[in-house]
């Protein structure tokens, strides 16, 4: 992300040793790595949640593209033929579109 050598990296010791001073430095030091831990937590966080995010809305697109499919294939289908019964005669399954005829009994 940021692009810091070494040379920066001194430059940075050598003006907090004077700002701070030799006694204070090692625990802001600690406190300032504390810090850019919880930072780069936060951010991983952040990032894998909006991936996610990104990952959910991709399979709702996918979900309804399917759905439209779906839904296509079905009108495109011809129409299911009559089914002529006899007097008296009962319908015992329900004619679906996967179903081409219909059992009857007696």
């Given at each position: 992300m940021f692009d810091v050598g070494f040379s920066e990296l001194v430059l940075i010791?050598?003006?907090?040793?004077?700002?701070?001073?030799?006694?204070?430095?090692?625990k802001v030091a600690r406190t300032v790595g504390a810090l850019v831990g919880r930072m780069r937590n936060y951010v991983a966080t952040v990032k894998g949640e909006v991936e996610r995010e990104m990952q959910l809305e991709d399979l709702k697109k996918l979900q309804q593209e399917i759905h439209a499919q779906q839904i296509h294939s079905l009108d495109i289908q011809q129409p299911l033929p009559p089914v002529q019964m006899k007097a008296g005669e009962k319908v015992t399954k329900k004619l679906t579109r996967s179903s081409k005829r219909t059992k009857v009994a007696p």
């Open positions: 010791a050598v003006v907090a040793l004077v700002v701070v001073g030799p006694e204070r430095l090692p």
